[in-house]
């Protein structure tokens, strides 16, 4: 049974550009959250999908946007990239009922 | 957001038991408890949650405290393995979406010595 998976695992990108991290939920899960972790820092929830609607967001811009499609797995999107964008981006997958997050190993971006 | 005070690091030596508290003297009534660990370079792990009363599973074991505002999660023999970043975290009540979140802060280091 395949877990949460996230390609790419590493990413470089320079100021200005635009990035599309993906992600695979465990097999069974319906809901995906996504999360950024800057360096030395827990992570911090960006949102969350469910039925390929956005449920839930945390303090982020509108630079970042997602998607959720009818297989359950879900797109991140970044506009505009920030040298302060740097971080670990984490996906997480749960059924909608369950208290459990499992996650990924995450995507490592870095912004020059 | 993080509605929780964790020590920045712990050292533990080998095969002894590890105790990490936790603080969250704000907690409500109906939010949880819950810890997760992250080893380096890898995604955060679940360990075990509870609201009220303590809890033990095949990893570890929660202790929380009468009033609830403080717990510990107790590693019963630690080994090298269990070097990580173990983090403390609050659950949010679901909403009317019926979704649950989870805010992270910034965790206790523990390092496992031989």
């Known amino acids: 049974d395949a877990g949460v998976t996230q390609s790419p695992t590493h990413l470089i990108k320079t100021r200005g550009q635009q990035v599309t991290l993906r992600c695979s939920p465990k097999?069974?899960?319906?809901?995906v959250s996504w999360y950024q972790q800057a360096l030395g820092q827990g992570p911090q929830f960006i949102f969350q999908y469910y039925e390929e609607e956005e449920r839930q967001r945390g303090n982020f811009p509108d630079r970042f946007s997602g998607h959720q499609f009818p297989n359950y797995s879900s797109e991140l999107n970044v506009n505009a990239l920030l040298l302060g964008d740097s971080a670990l981006y984490l996906c997480?997958?749960?059924?909608?009922?369950?208290?459990?997050?499992?996650f990924g190993s995450g995507t490592q971006l870095s912004v020059l | 957001d993080a509605k929780t005070t964790q020590p920045p690091s712990m050292d533990c030596a080998e095969g002894r038991a590890a105790n990490l508290p936790c603080n969250h003297s704000?907690?409500?009534?109906?939010?949880?408890v819950y810890w997760y660990r992250q080893i380096h370079s890898q995604g955060p792990q679940y360990i075990i949650h509870?609201?009220?009363n303590n809890e033990t599973n095949e990893m570890a074991s929660l202790i929380i405290t009468e009033d609830r505002k403080s717990s510990t999660l107790i590693l019963p023999h630690a080994t090298l393995r269990d070097t990580a970043v173990y983090y403390c975290i609050v659950r949010v009540p679901r909403g009317v979406n019926n979704f649950n979140k989870f805010y992270f802060g910034s965790g206790t280091k523990l390092n496992v010595k031989p």
């Open positions: 097999s069974g899960h319906d809901t």
């Open positions: 509870g609201l009220k």
């Open positions: 997480a997958s749960s059924l909608r009922l369950n208290e459990k997050l499992f």
């Open positions: 704000t907690i409500s009534g109906n939010e949880y």
